[in-house]
Structures are given as structure tokens and as C-alpha cells.
């Protein structure tokens, strides 16, 4: 409304400034009247022409490049600007309008070189591009949005302005344009360094990964994505008329549950939580590869449990939890974890991912341990070495015979990151 009425309140005065030197040009005569009223008379028809130019019937929209991409990348966005009136305009800008989701940025492995805070994750991102239409209809430019945030992000809203020559008549809308795009966590190389296979009689742990046993067969079900070719039973396809592979008797499968501590205390470094969503998908997604039965737990206020095992559907679910996951800042990561482990019914393997540890969490998970065959934690910390206190809380986990691994910030910007299984 404001806009309006400058552009009429403007327009009135072109339009007296008008008449004021045609008055002039009237009285006094002679040439030099004349000549400036004509030579302002194209001027001042081009600023009215343009006051009640309408900028409302321009069609904006975004073309967004593979808008499923990985923290760290960037994304090529291509705009259409479309209008039906080859008005002459000599400019117009066009700002983008960021929402707050995309005022951080993810450099991949690189911004664990350095610890940082998550104020420094935040960055100020702003897109003015300047065009000259001139009397053309359709404009098209394009730009990249780099070191892209996890997350689920929305373009909502674009600002289209321009003006006349003289500048003395502006205008300025608003384009309600919608775009969406996801940016999953980025998938650390993970390499294992001490595999585990569990056989039916006792507990005893060997250094090779189970493999699947494909000399005798069990039964037969339906063809599922992943399904070796051989594994076919042509018999059975041919008499129910769809595709049906053998299934065979394993060793033992191997439960291995993935617990993460999505806690996070109001000092703790923001790139330590990153880096435990991103070490949770890489960890999990190496796991499904090597034939285990997985399932993933996620601890805030509430539990966010994925039976993964072999089905595509569970993990895509995991991967659309990690990418909007946000960390719980209030409570208790100790208490919760010692509720939700009173419920678990079964799991062999118990992998625990932590960014933060206490004497209370110590004793949660000491008595966890009582009734798993195996617990191994990962703790990732920010510093290169474990300071006093931490070494002297985590000292009674090893004495309990219970894994611990440490992951420094700097270990995570080198890819495979190693991670042992004892």
C-alpha cells in the first residue's frame, strides 16, 4: 500500500512537472521554453508509461538441479523470469530470499580440521543478481547455493525490483515461488577394523564377517532388490509366475543395535552432534552392506527406533530421521538411556555413539552390559587428547571389559575413519 501511494504521489508530480513546463514554454515563448519541454515530454511519458507498467503479470519459477544432494555439496539453481509487455526496462534486480535453514554451511571432512563453534557454522548467505531486460520477454540466469547444511530446505519467496532512468520512480514486488530440496548428512569412508561373527554354539567372537551359508536352502520367498541372480528358483517361478529366490539357513544372524545420544548440553560444540548424525548414517549404512541384522536407536525425550535389517523402507526412514534430526537440549541422556534399555528385548551387539559422558552414564551402561554379550562405546570429543577427567571416568568402562573407542574431530576429516570392533 505504502508503494502504491509513493508511486501515485511521484506520478502526479511527472505529471504537474509536465504541465508546469508547458505553461512555461506557453508564456515566455522562444526557444529555449520549447526545447525543454519537448526535450522532457519523451522523459515524462516514459515515467507515467512506466508508473502503470504492472510488474504482478511476471511468472517467476526455479529449476533446482538433482534436489536430493549430500551436506558439504552445492546445488545449481536456474530462474525463469517470464513477461508478456516487451516494455523497454534498462534494469531490475533479483534477490533471492534465503530461509534461516540455509544461513549455516558444511564443508564435509573439512570443518573438523579445526575445532570450531557453531557460531562459526553460521554464515550469512545473500543473492542480489543485477539484469538489464531492455525490451526482451523471457530472462534466464543461473546460480549455486555451495557448502549446503543438512537438512530440508524451502526457496519460498523471490524480490523482483527496478526503476526507471532517472531513478525517480521505483517499484518493487514480492513472487511467491516454491522450491524444495533435501541435503542428507555426508557419508564418512568407514573402515572396520576388527570384524565379529557370531557362531550358534556359544558365544565365541572370530575375526572374519559371517557369510551367508548358500549350500543348503530353507525355503523360497518372493525376489527382493540386492538378490544374487543365482539364488533364483527357476522350478518356483515358473509355477507362480513371478520371481522367487531360495532362502538359506545362516550361521547365526547377528542383532547389532546402534544407540546415539541425541542430548546435547548448551556448551557443547555443534559440529560434535554433526558429526554423530554423520558417523551414525556411515556406521549403519557399512553394517547393512556386510549382511548384519541392524536396527538404530535414536535417545532424546523420545526413542526413535529403525529395525533395519534387510528392508530398504526402514533405512530410508533412518535417513529421513538423520536429516532433519535436531539435538534434545534439555534432560538427561543418562536416564533416558538406562529407560529404553529396561525395555530392549534382544540385541547381541550393542554400539553406543556419544558426545558426551558422565559418572552417571558410566553406571547406566555398566548395567546395560550385564545383559549383552557385547557393548562398545564410540565417543567422539573435540580435542586431540582426552583430558584428565575424561581418561579417569572412562577408565572403569575398560575394566568392565567394555569397548571404548575415541574419535577425535581431527580423525573425522580423514577418510576411512576406523572404526574397531573388540
Known sequence: MKENLRIIFRSTGVLALII???CYAMFQGGFVSWFLFYGYLPIGIYQLLFASYPLRTWQVYREIENPVRQAGDEILVKVHIKRNLPFPLLYCTFEEKFPPSLMKEDTKKTKYLSSQTSEKMTVSRKLIRMLFPLFRRHLTFSYSVQSLPRGEHALEKVTIQTGEIFGFIKKSRDFQVANKFVVYPYEHEVRLASDMASYEQGGVVSNQFQQMNTTIASGVREYAPGDRFTWIDWKQTARKQTIMTKEFD??????????????IQNKENQLLYEASIEMS??????LARKDYQTSFLS???QAHFFELGHSEHQMEQMKNYLLTASPEKKG?????FREEMAHLNKADI???????IDSHLIQAIQEAKQRMKHFSIIYIHPEKVLSKEETEILEPLRFSGIAVQELSLEQLAMDPVEVIFK
Open 250 to 263: 545362516r550361521e547365526k544372524s547377528m542383532d547389532i543395535l546402534l544407540v546415539h545420544d541425541n542430548f
Open 332 to 336: 538427561s541422556f543418562s536416564i533416558r
Open 350 to 356: 550393542i554400539f553406543l555413539m556419544v558426545t558426551s
Open 20 to 22: 508546469i513546463l508547458f
Open 299 to 301: 535417545i532424546d525425550e
Open 281 to 286: 548414517l556411515s556406521l549403519m549404512q557399512k
